[in-house]
């Protein structure tokens, strides 16, 4: 099943983004696309293939979101903090839009997952940490969590420390760090192959943020694949298929 494409207005702008739902039934999986993507990508680049079965057996249902990429991280004509602060209309678009409008396809709130792949994969794990009550697991493949390393200038701010998993997490403490050890779960993949490094930083910095979440208790898995794995869709095809079957 594909419902045809949905839009949905962002909160205090002008814009509308869309989704596109695959699946009639099953565990709802919020996907985002790679830089700059769109709702339609995950089908185009072929991520359901190697998830198909599980589709067909109605155990998953796939809600893929288009991005803002475009006016916030991936303008290197702002300054970091300005990017942060408009990623903050695409925050409240996944809340006060996108979100209602999965649970009301699904008859009611259930547990999220959140999916995504390169800079997909920041969004779904810092939507899981900003939000665990509604998506208490979060899968990023090849992702970078810093956005300091998104050629970055200009001052830091709040904005930008609030969007950063990479900064927040590591102060983490009490009762809601508490609270995140008893909700949240975040399996981090990752290959050693080409682009992995350079230019994405996506090894180091998933390593990295494996760390954190080890020393901060937070339950997790960190999947490192060989030197042939690369930071491209066929490599993100076959982790998709190894992975996800055990969380549905």
Request: hydrophobic letters at 40%; glycine letters at 12%.
């Amino acid at each position: 099943m594909q419902d045809g494409r949905v839009e949905l207005a962002v909160p205090g702008t002008d814009r509308r983004l869309g989704l596109v739902r695959h699946g009639h039934w099953g565990r709802p999986v919020l996907v985002f696309p790679s830089e700059g993507g769109r709702a339609e990508d995950f089908a185009e680049r072929g991520m359901l293939e190697p998830v198909q079965w599980l589709l067909d057996a109605g155990r998953v249902s796939f809600f893929c979101v288009d991005s803002l990429d475009a006016l916030t991280w991936s303008d290197g004509s702002l300054s970091l903090e300005e990017r942060a602060r408009r990623h903050g209309a695409y925050h409240a678009w996944l809340e006060q839009a996108a979100v209602p409008w999965v649970f009301d396809q699904l008859g009611g709130r259930h547990d999220l997952i959140t999916l995504g792949a390169s800079m997909g994969a920041y969004h779904a794990v810092h939507f899981a940490f900003q939000r665990a009550d509604l998506a208490p697991l979060a899968i990023g493949l090849s992702g970078n969590y810093d956005v300091g390393q998104w050629h970055a200038w200009g001052e830091r701010g709040q904005e930008a420390y609030f969007a950063n998993p990479t900064d927040y997490v590591a102060h983490l403490h009490g009762e809601h760090l508490d609270w995140l050890r008893s909700r949240l779960s975040v399996l981090l993949v990752c290959g050693e192959g080409q682009w992995e490094t350079h230019p994405t930083g996506a090894l180091p910095s998933t390593l990295r943020f494996g760390e954190l979440l080890r020393d901060k208790g937070i339950t997790h898995q960190l999947d490192v694949w060989g030197s042939d794995s690369a930071h491209d869709w066929p490599w993100w095809q076959r982790q998709l298929g190894h992975h996800l079957p055990r969380f549905v």
